[in-house]
């Protein structure tokens, strides 16, 4: 007979160690180094997710035998068959941060980068040059002094309110770490019914 057991990202967390998914790592022979980055994405993680089930064991017996969930300590110190399944999991989880943490810090770095240029002005520069001498030039009319007709206007004006434009930058930042967090979910998370 086969008796499946579940896991939570929060059991499977060791919630002494530091950092944000070093804490999920260290416990199984693994070290990260998160950044800014990953620590907030495991605090969306785990207040999303953290109580939900990411892996499971299968556990072998007689059907006549009543067999008791095993903790994470003993699977740690006495049943190596099923720490190497673990294992397994939680390097799979490693390899999806490396490979997600690109992207995702690539557009948050751009939302942060830019943000002070959101809030800019929107400006229109038209300018109308006319020249009827035979004079010609080699950098256009700005500088020429023979131009018979030379105007530039330069408008700026808001596309919206200052808050309204706040909220919609702090949105779009915001929602990268919930995409990022989602697709973790996506990814990891089992729901047995």
């Given at each position: 007979?086969?008796?499946?057991?579940?896991?939570?990202?929060?059991?499977?967390?060791?919630?002494?160690?530091?950092?944000?998914?070093?804490?999920?790592?260290?416990?199984?022979?693994?070290?990260?180094?998160?950044?800014?980055?990953?620590?907030?994405?495991?605090?969306?993680?785990?207040?999303?997710?953290?109580?939900?089930?990411?892996?499971?064991?299968?556990?072998?017996?007689?059907?006549w035998e009543p067999v008791e969930k095993p903790t994470v300590q003993q699977i740690l110190?006495?049943?190596?068959?099923y720490k190497k399944e673990f294992v397994k999991q939680i390097n799979k989880i490693k390899?999806?941060?490396?490979?997600?943490?690109?992207?995702?810090?690539?557009?948050?770095?751009?939302?942060?980068?830019?943000?002070?240029?959101?809030?800019?002005?929107?400006?229109?520069?038209?300018?109308?040059?006319?020249?009827?001498?035979?004079?010609?030039?080699?950098?256009?009319?700005?500088?020429?002094?023979?131009?018979?007709?030379?105007?530039?206007?330069?408008?700026?004006?808001?596309?919206?309110?200052?808050?309204?434009?706040?909220?919609?930058?702090?949105?779009?930042?915001?929602?990268?770490?919930?995409?990022?967090?989602?697709?973790?979910?996506?990814?990891?998370?089992?729901?047995?019914?």
């Amino acid at each position: 007979m086969i008796t499946r057991y579940y896991y939570t990202m929060n059991e499977l967390s060791d919630i002494y160690a530091t950092g944000g998914f070093n804490k999920l790592f260290v416990m199984w022979g693994s070290q990260y180094t998160d950044d800014q980055y990953t620590n907030s994405l495991f605090s969306d993680v785990q207040l999303s997710y953290g109580d939900d089930f990411i892996m499971y064991i299968d556990v072998y017996h007689p059907m006549w035998e009543p067999v008791e969930k095993p903790t994470v300590q003993q699977i740690l110190s006495d049943y190596p068959q099923y720490k190497k399944e673990f294992v397994k999991q939680i390097n799979k989880i490693k390899h999806w941060l490396d490979e997600s943490k690109y992207r995702y810090e690539k557009l948050i770095n751009l939302y942060e980068d830019n943000a002070n240029k959101l809030m800019d002005k929107v400006e229109t520069i038209s300018s109308t040059q006319f020249n009827d001498t035979p004079q010609t030039t080699v950098d256009g009319l700005d500088g020429d002094n023979y131009a018979t007709t030379y105007t530039k206007n330069k408008s700026a004006s808001d596309l919206s309110t200052v808050m309204s434009r706040l909220d919609e930058i702090r949105r779009a930042w915001r929602s990268m770490y919930e995409e990022w967090s989602n697709e973790f979910g996506s990814t990891f998370v089992i729901y047995n019914d």
